[in-house]
Nanobody, 132 residues
Framework: QVQLVDSGGGLVQAGGSLRLSCAAS????????MGWFRQYPGKEREFVAA????????YYTDSVKGRFTISRDNAKNTVFLQMNVLKPEDTAVYYC?????????????????????????WGQGTQVTVSS
């Protein structure tokens, strides 16, 4: 059974950095797409970034390009989201997600607010708060 455990959230000032981690277990993830989503209060989860576990290719939503970097450590079965130059509008609960049936090409064609429905497995979420 797939298990994803998110960690690394916290409180940081605007302009600061945080690194989120997602420890994955229960499967061989070489054919999976791993993603990060975030959820604002009262809103749907929206897509932030994704990485192909097999080749390391990545895709980002426009609002985080140049600031956030998604990466993976194959040996540790862990996916990271390095978040730099954080802004107050980045404040949200961040979730790790995994899916075997989607690819980055498809992700690029789906609106960020609908991508959550394409992913089958989710972490428990970690709160990121950016103060101004």
């Amino acid at each position: 059974q797939v298990q994803l455990v998110d960690s690394g959230g916290g409180l940081v000032q605007a302009g600061g950095s945080l690194r989120l981690s997602c420890a994955a277990s229960g499967r061989t993830f070489s054919s999976y797409i791993m993603g990060w989503f975030r959820q604002y209060p009262g809103k749907e989860r929206e897509f932030v970034a994704a990485i192909s576990w097999s080749d390391g290719n990545t895709y980002y939503t426009d609002s985080v390009k140049g600031r956030f970097t998604i990466s993976r450590d194959n040996a540790k079965n862990t996916v990271f989201l390095q978040m730099n130059v954080l802004k107050p509008e980045d404040t949200a609960v961040y979730y790790c997600a995994a899916d075997r049936d989607i690819n980055l090409g498809t992700i690029a064609t789906i609106s960020p607010q609908f991508l959550q429905y394409e992913f089958d497995y989710w972490g428990q979420g970690t709160q990121v708060t950016v103060s101004s």
